[in-house]
């Protein structure tokens, strides 16, 4: 089965920098990258996600790059601020646009120092 | 507002006793999943569901049993066989107009 690791497993950056959160995969079938962000007490949002013939996709200040050759994909955040501080979850699986099964990273928690 | 509704929030449990986990979905989503989440573990699916009256075990399936008797609704029993329950529950939908899951609340349940 599909197996997704993700680094690192905490991160703390002065508002305003650059956070990257980086994760690996498996499976070579794996098509589907989707990015979801926690936070305390409720259940994960999904903020971005990518499809494998595709290289890298943003929106606004959150962008995901996908390098199949390696399996691995990253989350890039610039300019971050207070309410981007949560918990990240990458995930990885094959999907056929609905029904898909993902297999998760164990999480990145993202501090923002103001 | 359309969206996944899991209860109870918070569920305190004896050692021994079955105990079930309600989630339900007003989104018309086809496919259905239970994941559990524990601290620095991420998050493990325990079963899915793509449509009514079948499911197929995830990877964590020992001590849970679920069923699909309605497309909205995907309860969740947590059994006595399972060794440690105590953890944090997420039920998500997911259909193919759109992309992702969408995540329920989740419950905490206790083993007390």
């Known amino acids: 089965g599909e197996n997704v690791e993700q680094h690192p497993s905490t991160l703390s950056v002065q508002e305003g920098d650059s956070a990257v959160i980086k994760c690996t995969y498996s499976?070579?079938?794996?098509?589907?990258f989707p990015w979801y962000k926690q936070e305390l007490g409720k259940g994960p949002q999904l903020i971005i996600d990518?499809?494998?013939?595709?290289g890298e996709k943003k929106d606004q200040r959150i962008a995901v790059t996908l390098n199949k050759t390696a399996k691995h994909f990253s989350l890039h955040i610039t300019e971050t601020q207070p309410e981007d501080s949560a918990v990240y979850f990458c995930?990885?699986?094959?999907?056929?646009?609905?029904?898909?099964?993902?297999?998760f990273g164990t999480g990145t928690r993202l501090t923002i120092i103001p | 507002d359309g969206g996944i509704t899991q209860s109870p929030k918070y569920l305190f449990r004896k050692e021994g006793q079955n105990v079930t986990l309600s989630c339900e979905q007003n989104?018309?989503?086809?496919?259905m999943y239970w994941y559990r989440q524990d601290p620095g573990q991420g998050l493990r699916l325990i079963y899915y569901?793509?449509?009514?009256?079948?499911?197929q075990k995830g990877d964590i399936a020992e001590g849970y049993s679920v069923s699909r008797e309605k497309k909205e609704s995907f309860p969740l029993t947590v059994t006595s066989a399972q060794k440690n329950p105590t953890a944090f529950y997420l039920c998500?939908?997911?259909?193919?107009?759109?992309?992702?899951?969408?995540f329920g609340s989740g419950t905490r349940l206790t083993v007390v």
């Open positions: 998500a939908s997911s259909t193919r107009d759109i992309n992702g899951y969408t």
């Open positions: 499976d070579s079938a794996s098509n589907y």
């Open positions: 990518i499809r494998s013939n595709v």
């Open positions: 995930a990885a699986g094959v999907s056929n646009f609905g029904n898909e099964k993902l297999t």
């Open positions: 989104l018309n989503h086809d496919a």
């Open positions: 569901s793509q449509i009514v009256n079948d499911f």
